[in-house]
Nanobody, 127 residues
Framework: QVQLVESGGGLVQAGGSLRLSCAAS????????MGWFRQAPGKEREFVAG????????RYADSVKGRFTISRDNAKNTVYLQMNSLKPEDTAVYYC????????????????????WGQGTQVTVSS
């Protein structure tokens, strides 16, 4: 199975932007649906965005629609999360996750729907 490594987190002012990257090892990246989740202190891990195997389908949490964009480059084994108009409530550890061999359009939104996780990257948005 793949291994995932996130990068791109950091400290940004409210209204700013960040782009997270998740690099996957292995040769079967295109057979994984990918998701981004986040977890703030004292809160449960929550779905942020997901993308299908080919990238043709995406899903977003209501809280980030219109501000965040998920994309993938299967040739580079990488999935991205472009985050614009960031708010203090977006502060959290962001995790990349992968699910192997789902259908071409399925995008799980529950953490239980993913079997591989990265180590996380901290995003802090100051007011």
């Amino acid at each position: 199975q793949v291994q995932l490594v996130e990068s791109g987190g950091g400290l940004v002012q409210a209204g700013g932007s960040l782009r997270l990257s998740c690099a996957a090892s292995g040769r079967t990246f295109s057979r994984y649906a990918m998701g981004w989740f986040r977890q703030a202190p004292g809160k449960e891990r929550e779905f942020v965005a997901g993308i299908s195997l080919s990238g043709a389908s995406t899903r977003y949490a209501d809280s980030v629609k219109g501000r965040f964009t998920i994309s993938r480059d299967n040739a580079k084994n990488t999935v991205y999360l472009q985050m614009n108009s960031l708010k203090p409530e977006d502060t959290a550890v962001y995790y990349c996750a992968a699910r192997f061999l789902v259908s071409t359009t399925v995008i799980p939104t529950s953490p239980n729907g993913y079997s591989v996780w990265g180590q996380g990257t901290q995003v802090t948005v100051s007011s």
